[in-house]
């Protein structure tokens, strides 16, 4: 769970949140999350020890937990302990109730062990035409370890086709990972691009799909940041995934900026992730038409570009 489905539920259990100088405000009040999406539920002993540590620290904020599920235990004792939220998939515990909601998340299909960025990186350069012999090249391209390309290397498909290969990238993406803020603003969604990119952020999504092979106007901004973006003092209002504009994630795979500079397309992800992220955040059901428009460019470039 990221943080804009968190912020989805606090404001479900009656919440008022914001963002003010890149801090979190429930209800007026700076917070703190700590996130437990792995390993066993979050017991009694847990969130005690967690709480005990928080407190400890002079800058302490008011703690939000967030999980999945929790044990009844845990529940009920965070229910007696106002200084703490606990969010869950189905309910919020806060200032000593429980809010039980009416829509829960779907679930997140469990995964094991580390998400595989390094091997899609490592593809995703050499749809850039990135040289299959020269390892180290490949691997600044890919910004992944030399290790990491070798073994990419050798779970490459037999038959490199550059069709297919985009096509498996896209559906087989892990996603970004990270923590995602959703903002809303009524300004035009050009501008909302522009001062995100002064920001330092990768564009992605529509705009991104555009600068590669236009297709049609862009309907909202997605973007990538190694660092929390404070858009409130912009006059954004910081919502969730029902109703945004711009999409902000700082991503878990950091090999989303070397991709993008293997295209040489400065302030753009590659088109495997524009085309990855028009599938999941287009509402005009023509983004299949912008993923062919990609497709077809990528083919183009390999073409050319393939161990030139």
Not at 7 to 12: E, G, V, Y
Not at 44 to 72: C, F, G, M, N
């Amino acid at each position: 769970m990221d943080v804009g489905r968190v912020i989805k539920q606090l404001r479900s259990a009656g919440a008022h949140v914001k963002m003010s100088d890149l801090t979190i405000l429930v209800d007026g009040e700076p917070v703190d999350f700590e996130f437990k999406t792995t390993g066993r539920l979050p017991e009694r002993a847990w969130l005690q020890k967690i709480y005990a540590a928080h407190e400890s620290r002079r800058d302490r904020a008011h703690l939000v937990v967030v999980a999945p599920r929790a044990t009844v235990n845990a529940i009920e004792w965070a229910r007696a302990n106002r200084d703490l939220t606990l969010v869950l998939d189905d309910r919020v515990v806060r200032d000593g109730e429980v809010h039980m909601l009416e829509e829960t998340p779907a679930a997140q299909p469990a995964t094991r062990g580390p998400r595989p960025y390094a091997r899609f990186a490592v593809w995703r350069a050499l749809l850039a035409g990135a040289p299959h012999n020269e390892q180290a090249r490949l691997a600044e391209l890919a910004g992944a370890s030399q290790g990491s390309v070798s073994n990419a290397l050798r779970l490459l498909p037999d038959d490199e086709d550059a069709a297919k290969l985009f096509d498996e990238l896209v559906a087989g993406y892990p996603g970004p990972g990270g923590q995602s803020f959703y903002w809303w603003s009524d300004r035009p969604v050009d501008e909302q691009a522009k001062q995100l990119t002064a920001r330092g952020a990768l564009l992605s999504g529509d705009f991104a799909a555009d600068a590669i092979a236009p297709w049609r106007v862009s309907e909202r901004v997605v973007g990538y940041a190694k660092a929390t973006i404070d858009l409130a003092s912009d006059g954004y209002v910081l919502t969730d995934d029902s109703d945004y504009t711009t999409l902000v994630t700082i991503p878990s795979d950091l090999t989303l900026w070397s991709t993008a500079a293997a295209w040489g397309r400065e302030g753009i992800v590659d088109p495997v992730i524009a085309a990855y992220d028009v599938l999941r955040t287009a509402t005009t059901g023509d983004q299949d038409e912008a993923v062919d428009k990609l497709r077809d460019y990528v083919v183009r470039w390999y073409a050319k570009h393939a161990d030139a």
